[in-house]
T-cell receptor, first 113, second 108 residues
Framework: NAGVTQTPKFQVLKTGQSMTLQCAQDMNHNSMYWYRQDPGMGLRLIYYSASEGTTDKGEVPNGYNVSRLNKREFSLRLESAAPSQTSVYFC????????????FGQGTRLTVV | AQRVTQPEKLLSVFKGAPVELKCNYSYSGSPELFWYVQYSRQRLQLLLRHISRESIKGFTADLNKGETSFHLKKPFAQEEDSAMYYCALTGGNEKLTFGTGTRLTIIP
């Protein structure tokens, strides 16, 4: 049982380059999330998707776009990477409802130079 | 808006001593509170949730609506408790909001 799988695990980009972070879950969860983790800032929500076909902005959406391709997959795209987007990115999923546990991927460490 | 505050970025405690990690929240409705933990080189995972009223690995947390707090406590710290701890909140919109985290170090 893979749970939540993110690819890639590591990436180095040059300023201005674009890339897509992939996330897939095999738990049939409705809700999916993208967070970034920065020292001293904790986890900040970038975007989330409460169900297939819907997406909503989180706390720090600027510079990012998302696609909820189907129930399993939720991708995060950086159109023009900036050094401020250097971070560790986490994808998570949960069943619908406020009381449910979120399951996290292993993270993607992104460096923008 | 929903907000979670963890005032301590770092906390060091001697093995065997009590541990308390503070968490305060701001939410206009009835929130659901969680504690998540990230051990070294492991994924972020759920430690406990308010609604379950359970004790996990000796940790407990009580929701105090009057003080809008959800502090995490353990009477006797163990070395394996060293980790990053995050308090989190969901409301009616199911958006999961995290605090800034507390790095707990247990001193042998």
């Amino acid at each position: 049982n893979a749970g939540v799988t993110q690819t890639p695990k590591f990436q180095v980009l040059k300023t201005g380059q674009s890339m897509t972070l992939q996330c897939a879950q095999d738990m049939n969860h409705n809700s999916m999330y993208w967070y970034r983790q920065d020292p001293g800032m904790g986890l900040r929500l970038i975007y989330y998707s409460a169900s297939e076909g819907t997406t909503d902005k989180g706390e720090v959406p600027n510079g990012y776009n998302v696609s909820r391709l189907n129930k399993r997959e939720f991708s995060l795209r950086l159109e023009s990477a900036a050094p401020s987007q250097t971070s560790v990115y986490f994808c998570a999923s949960s069943e619908a409802g406020a009381f449910t546990e979120a399951f996290f991927g292993q993270g993607t460490r992104l460096t923008v130079v | 808006a929903q907000r979670v505050t963890q005032p301590e970025k770092l906390l060091s405690v001697f093995k065997g001593a009590p541990v308390e990690l503070k968490c305060n929240y701001s939410y206009s409705g009835s929130p659901e509170l969680f504690w998540y933990v990230q051990y070294s080189r492991q994924r972020l995972q759920l430690l406990l949730r308010h609604i379950s009223r359970e004790s996990i690995k000796g940790f407990t947390a009580d929701l105090n609506k009057g003080e809008t707090s959800f502090h995490l406590k353990k009477p006797f710290a163990q070395e394996e408790d060293s980790a990053m701890y995050y308090c989190a909140l969901t409301g009616g919109n199911e958006k999961l909001t995290f605090g800034t985290g507390t790095r707990l170090t247990i001193i042998p």
